[in-house]
């Protein structure tokens, strides 16, 4: 607490798909185990280093299980703020990561094992809610950043732009957000994922372009809220004290003091090129914002791999996802991520330019 910690970087890669397999695309990255990843391509030859690496055979649990994000969830209900973010290119992983596989229709249940880090955390939120004695309060609130701006997708009605604001007691934050209890697994997924009417992340901006159908346009938060009070059966030792300094009629009397912990999912929308996805109009108004907002986090996250003295300003408020993610980034957070990428040979070049990303990103601290 109040020392300074690294920021978990991860590495997942995928399995070939089918259509990279049919078409013969070359693997051209290979896991050397122990947090080692190895990228052979005709000229290039580099090995980079992560805390933990999760090849094409790795499952949801073993992802969930080895990237530490049982911990984060722990250290959420001790009361710090925690994000995981998941970046890399459209197609790589980071959406099955967090939420598994897209349901392929509405009557086909996903299988357990799928499940992702999302539901596998809110799992481990509502068990240790059951088993402490504590009162665990679960709400949950949802945002997207679409074209630079903040959209809160579980209010009902037609999307409108929410304004994003600054307190020196607070930090950024966004003004009017929703924000919703649940109580159960299904609650809290259905919120996720089908709300009636479109909210939730059916209503996530995602169009149809050549890279990927299911491409996500925006970038999407959701927060889980976790406040506990800890109520002792016994009376809390040193109430004494709390006596003599005029507490005892003090409602938390014999309780311990109530914490308040966030657990933030940041599912980034991809990184990648205009002209290859073949986007145009509207598309590429989207993915230039995508692309500038990257490009945004991408630089903060370079000046913040500086060691603390040499630091200069960081430019948090250069887009919205930075301003949103200044404390996970640099302030009294604690960060996981998950990079994503294919082990193609066809994506290479953005391939290299995630392990880069990533491997700056391990020397980023913050003060939890
Ligand atoms: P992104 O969110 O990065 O754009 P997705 O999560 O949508 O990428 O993944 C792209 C495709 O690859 C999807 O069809 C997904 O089911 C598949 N996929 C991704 N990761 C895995 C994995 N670890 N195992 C099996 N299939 C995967
Ligand atoms: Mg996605």
């Avoid at 995928?14 to 990228?39: F, I, K």
């Avoid at 990237?67 to 009361?79: N, Y």
Wanted: aromatic residues 6%; charged residues 20%; contains cysteine.
């Amino acid at each position: 607490e109040g020392r300074e910690t690294r920021l978990r970087v991860v590495l997942r890669v995928r399995p070939l798909t089918c259509t990279e397999t049919r078409r013969g695309d070359q693997q051209v990255v290979h896991s050397l185990g122990d947090g080692a990843v190895h990228v052979s391509a005709a000229r290039h030859d580099a090995t980079f280093g992560f805390s933990a690496v999760f090849d094409a055979g790795a499952s949801q649990e073993a992802v969930f299980e080895g990237s530490g994000m049982r911990q984060l969830v722990e250290l959420a209900i001790d009361g710090f703020s925690c994000t995981v973010f998941a970046f890399g290119q459209t197609g790589s992983g980071k959406t099955y990561t967090l939420m598994g596989p897209l349901a392929q229709s509405d009557t086909q249940p996903e299988s357990p094992a799928l499940l992702g880090l999302m539901q596998r955390s809110f799992t481990c939120l509502l068990e240790q809610s059951r088993s402490r004695a504590s009162d665990l309060a679960l709400s949950a609130s949802y945002l997207e950043i679409y074209n630079e701006q903040i959209r809160d997708l579980l209010s009902p009605g037609p999307p409108c732009s929410l304004p994003l604001r600054w307190s020196k007691t607070r930090g950024f934050y966004v003004e009017n957000q929703l924000s919703v209890e649940f109580q159960s697994l299904e609650a809290i997924v259905s919120l996720l994922l089908q709300v009636p009417p479109p909210t939730g992340s059916q209503r996530r901006r995602t169009s149809a372009h050549a890279l990927n159908r299911h491409s996500s346009r925006s970038h999407a938060l959701l927060t889980v809220h976790v406040r506990s009070r800890a109520v002792s059966a016994h009376p809390a030792p040193g109430e004494g004290w709390g006596a003599q300094r005029g507490g005892a009629n003090s409602p938390t009397a014999g309780a311990c003091p109530s914490k308040q912990g966030t657990l933030c999912f940041v599912d980034l929308a991809g990184s990648e090129r205009v002209k290859e996805t073949g986007s145009s109009g509207e598309l590429s108004l989207e993915a230039n914002s995508i692309n500038r907002s990257l490009l945004a986090l991408g630089h903060c996250i370079s000046l913040l791999a500086k060691p603390r003295g040499k630091r200069t300003h960081i430019p948090y408020r250069d887009s919205k996802l930075t301003r949103l993610l200044a404390r996970s980034l640099g302030g009294s957070g604690i960060t996981l991520m998950v990079a994503c990428i294919s082990p193609s040979s066809r994506c290479l070049s953005e391939t290299l330019s995630t392990l880069h990303y990533a491997s700056r990103a391990r020397r980023v601290t913050t003060r939890p």
